[in-house]
């Protein structure tokens, strides 16, 4: 739906499915006069779910808490 007109200091995004579209992700920086853009673009949904069992099997052993990706991909460790 329409949200109107962000605030200042707020942070847009949007959302788009359809189609065969498997994954198409981009981050704009956006000023004045120019924009940088980081752009990724899945091909195939298997890398998403080899993932998810890569996440599973990090969790298997862990006791309950809060964890994040960055726990699994071993980027907290710097």
């Known amino acids: 739906g329409h949200t109107g ?6 942070i ?3 959302s ?4 065969t579209v498997t994954g198409d992700h981009s981050v704009i ?9 980081l752009i990724h673009r899945a091909e195939d949904r298997t890398m ?3 993932g998810a069992v890569k ?6 052993d862990k006791k309950p808490d809060l964890y994040s990706m960055a726990d ?3 980027l907290n460790n710097f």
């Open 5 to 10: 007109a962000r605030r200042t200091g707020d």
């Open 12 to 14: 847009g995004f949007a």
């Open 16 to 19: 788009l499915r359809g189609g």
């Open 29 to 37: 920086f956006s000023g004045a006069m120019e924009r940088i853009e």
């Open 48 to 50: 998403f779910a080899q």
């Open 55 to 60: 996440a599973a099997l990090w969790a298997r």
């Open 72 to 74: 699994v991909l071993g």
